[in-house]
């Protein structure tokens, strides 16, 4: 198993607007790709860590099913729409993606 990471900087005084849109994301866009949504989590910065940062963790089995969740969100058109009102709410650049694999 992977956890799958995207992270974005919320601009001041607009973490809670990107906190609804993430909502709205997992709600609208994220049910309609074959990843799990019920097993994924939203982190946002805290103690040592940038207040402003949110990250989405999602549970992958393995690369290939990241790669096929970036193809079907990419055909979603609802996707570019979102993307472009939390591109209101977030620092420019600030979005990133990581990977990472479970130990058991």
Known sequence: MMI?????????????????????WAE?????TDIDIANSRVVTGSVGAKE???QDEFQIANLAELDAFFDKIAGIEMHA???KKMGDVIVSGSTYWEVFRVVD
Request: hydrophobic fraction near 45%; charge should be neutral; glycine fraction near 10%.
């Open 52 to 54: 402003a940062i949110i």
């Open 81 to 83: 729409d979102w993307g």
């Open 4 to 24: 799958a990471r995207w992270t974005c900087e919320a601009k001041f005084g607009m973490k809670a607007e990107a906190l609804a849109l993430h909502r709205e």
């Open 28 to 32: 609208q866009i994220g049910s309609q």
